[in-house]
T-cell receptor
Framework: RKEVEQDPGPFNVPEGATVAFNCTYS??????FFWYRQDCRKEPKLLMS???SGNEDGRFTAQLNRASQYISLLIRDSKLSDSATYLC???????????FGKGTRLSVIA | DTAVSQTPKYLVTQMGNDKSIKCEQN?????MYWYKQDSKKFLKIMFS???????INETVPNRFSPKSPDKAHLNLHINSLELGDSAVYFC?????????????FGSGTQLSVL
């Protein structure tokens, strides 16, 4: 099982739709979880951290399920500008580095 | 006022050459990184430095040599370039370490080895 797995997509959704991505991780000792966003030919940028109780930032909601070892990202009322690749990131144990998933590509269509 | 800046943005070179990529951050962060993103878009850490000291080296060939003259700079020198080195290289920095770090990335250097 890969350390961090994501459905690569692409997810093609119309403007205004709600879309959800899941990400599974293999290391049950992982403590920190993040979603990054990467636009085409650009650098990744932190979208949000994922907290145990779940957290929301505007139209974006992140949730963590430790028992099943997955995190999710929900985007409500999709905008054209949400089109990007969303990277799931999980920490290793101790000083081991963050592990990036391969990303899920989202295209929001007018 | 770019927070993490790396140069050059594009680098096209022949096999066997030696090249360097420079990175600077003005965020006051203690930790800097080099990541490689290959053609399959998989982003993988290469090195991590904390206050000029190497803390992570992820089994990268020794043709890759990072150098950190101070905590605001982390340069990457690559000897004897190979076709497989073609990728986008991202520099990053963070204040935290130990798994809770929030990474700030440079805009990337696209390396093409011919």
């Amino acid at each position: 099982r890969k350390e961090v797995e994501q459905d690569p997509g692409p997810f093609n959704v119309p403007e205004g739709a709600t879309v959800a991505f899941n990400c599974t991780y293999s290391n049950s000792a992982s403590q920190s979880f993040f979603w990054y966003r990467q636009d085409c030919r650009k650098e990744p940028k932190l979208l949000m951290s994922v907290y145990s109780s779940g957290n929301e930032d505007g139209r974006f909601t992140a949730q963590l399920n430790r028992a099943s070892q997955y995190i999710s990202l929900l985007i409500r009322d999709s905008k054209l500008s949400d089109s990007a690749t969303y990277l799931c990131v999980v920490n290793g144990v101790g000083n081991t580095p963050l592990v990036f998933g391969k990303g899920t590509r989202l295209s929001v269509i007018a | 006022d770019t927070a993490v800046s790396q140069t050059p943005k594009y680098l096209v070179t022949q096999m066997g050459n030696d090249k360097s990529i420079k990175c600077e951050q003005n965020l006051g962060h203690d930790t800097m990184y080099w990541y490689k993103q290959d053609s399959k878009k998989f982003l993988k850490i290469m090195f991590s430095y904390n206050n000029k000291e190497l803390i992570i080296n992820e089994t990268v060939p020794n043709r890759f040599s990072p150098k950190s003259p101070d905590k605001a700079h982390l340069n990457l020198h690559i000897n004897s370039l190979e076709l497989g080195d073609s990728a986008v290289y991202f520099c990053a920095s963070s204040q935290e370490t130990g798994g809770n770090e929030k990474l700030f990335f440079g805009s990337g250097t696209q390396l093409s080895v011919l």
